[in-house]
Nanobody, 122 residues
């Protein structure tokens, strides 16, 4: 069973960068797709980005496509979300998640982290 722990959130100003990390334990990390989701205040949780097991394929929502980069280090069982040019609307609790299904456009994930808060001020 996956145990996901996110870190790296915080309070930043618009235009700043931030890198989130999520470490997985308890299984073979390289066998699973990893994803990032976020839940803005008062809104439903939404998909942000996903990365395939080998890191050869990625998928993003349009609103972050030119600003965020998802990556992974299978040797460290860690997935990252590099967030550049942050905007106020990026303010949310960010969650990492994992699944077995290799379809990056399927948003049904099996295990979730506890979330990390990202707040972007103007």
């Amino acid at each position: 069973q996956a145990q996901l722990v996110e870190s790296g959130g915080g309070l930043v100003q618009a235009g700043d960068s931030l890198r989130l990390s999520c470490t997985d334990s308890g299984r073979t990390f390289a066998n699973y797709v990893m994803g990032w989701f976020r839940q803005p205040p008062g809104k439903e949780r939404e998909f942000v980005a996903a990365i395939s097991q080998s890191a050869l394929n990625t998928h993003y929502i349009d609103s972050v496509k030119d600003r965020f980069t998802i990556s992974r280090d299978n040797a460290k069982s860690t997935v990252y979300l590099q967030m550049n040019s942050l905007k106020r609307e990026d303010t949310a609790v960010y969650y990492c998640a994992t699944k077995w299904n290799s379809d990056l456009r399927s948003y049904q994930y099996e295990y979730w982290g506890q979330g990390t808060q990202v707040t972007v001020s103007s």
